[in-house]
């Protein structure tokens, strides 16, 4: 069983659509942890084009990567 939980993907893939995230803000709006973020997000970029790179949470309004879909 791979550490990929449609449940938890679901929920990264809400947070993350509207507007662009830090990892740290993501973990607090979903509650997934870390490590399945991680895994979340490079099962995504598989399949969907995963935006990741310096720019301005949008939750925590601090310069650091973040991800976009
Ligand atoms: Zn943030």
């Known amino acids: 069983m791979p550490r990929w939980d449609p449940h938890d993907a679901q929920l990264v893939v809400a947070a993350v659509g509207k ?17 399945r973020v991680d895994a979340i997000v490079a099962m995504l970029g598989e399949t969907l084009r995963v935006e990741r790179g310096l720019a301005i949470c949008s939750a925590c309004l601090i310069a650091k990567e973040v991800f976009r879909l």
């Open 19 to 35: 507007e662009p995230l830090c990892v740290g803000c993501i973990i607090k709006k979903t509650g997934v942890t870390k490590a």
